[in-house]
């Protein structure tokens, strides 16, 4: 009984575990040709900071942000942003006054969401993955899959053991089913630890280049609003101290 148990659980795990190899090679290649290119990149701006440390979103929270700051937007601690100042002094401003729409307010949850994937933020992205400074989005969204599906092979086959058991009165049956289930798990958990040092860095938005650029990024929560808002570019509106402008971005 236990072995129509197993085979599933074998399967999951060696393919999920192909398909993060492959997955590796292919970013390993990727990640080879981008070093081989000159980078263009002699430093990196807020917005470029930004998407290094958080990806679309963080870019969207910073512009949001430095509009506040300025007065130009008001984040209210309720979810929504208002518009004061309907002049955008570059194209993502512009595209996030837009974005509001005629009436000049909406949901911030709402606005964050379309500006994250507007072309005016991922363009920024794309500017920074020609420089070798951030990772590709399909290289990273494929590693992230593979992995995801390594660790559900995992959960499959600790659940299956579990039916394997209990529909084994044998207690010779159910050592042999132990001891043949251990292999799709030392495969899948083997790969998993493997992963967190060898495929970790392709699901980050910084390449291993982006990484130094960050660390060479100086943020002072608590100094100039230059210092407050590198500070939320790298690590997000956990870094504002005004508790009532974090519920704005939260909410």
């Known amino acids: 009984m236990w072995l129509l148990f197993l085979i599933p ?8 575990c192909l398909r993060l190899v492959r997955v590796t090679a292919t970013a390993d ?37 430095l509009m506040a700051a ?15 100042d309907p002049q955008g002094r570059n194209r993502l401003e512009r595209t996030l006054i837009e974005s509001i729409g005629p009436e000049g307010q909406c949901r911030t949850a709402d606005l964050r969401a379309e500006l994250a994937t507007n072309p005016a933020v991922l363009e920024i992205g794309g500017r ?16 992230s899959t593979a992995v995801r599906q390594v660790r559900q092979a995992l959960l499959l086959s600790l659940l299956l053991l579990g039916a394997s058991i209990a529909l084994t009165p044998d207690r010779g049956e159910a050592g ?20 967190r040092v060898d495929v970790h860095p392709y699901t980050r938005w910084a390449t291993h280049a982006g990484q130094q650029a960050l660390h060479a990024v100086h943020s002072d929560p608590g100094g100039t609003e230059q210092e407050l808002l590198t500070a939320v570019a ?14 704005a971005l939260r909410n």
């Not at 990727?30 to 998407?51: Q, V, W």
């Not at 132990?178 to 998993?192: K, Q």
């Open 128 to 143: 920074l993955v020609l420089a070798g400074l951030a990772t590709p989005a399909i290289v990273q969204e494929a590693t």
């Open 234 to 247: 790298m690590v997000g509106p956990a870094a504002l101290p005004d508790a009532r402008l974090r519920a």
């Open 29 to 65: 290649a990727l990640s080879g040709a981008e070093t081989g290119r000159p980078s263009d990149a002699t430093g990196i701006g807020l917005y470029e900071t930004a998407y290094l440390a958080g990806g679309p979103v963080r870019v969207v929270d910073l512009a949001l942000v």
């Open 70 to 84: 300025q007065g130009r937007l008001h984040l209210a601690h309720t979810g929504w942003t208002s518009v004061v």
């Open 9 to 16: 659980a074998f399967l999951a795990a060696a393919l999920s």
């Open 176 to 195: 042999a089913a132990v001891a043949w289930f251990a292999l799709p798990l030392v495969l899948t958990s083997g790969t998993l630890l493997m992963a």
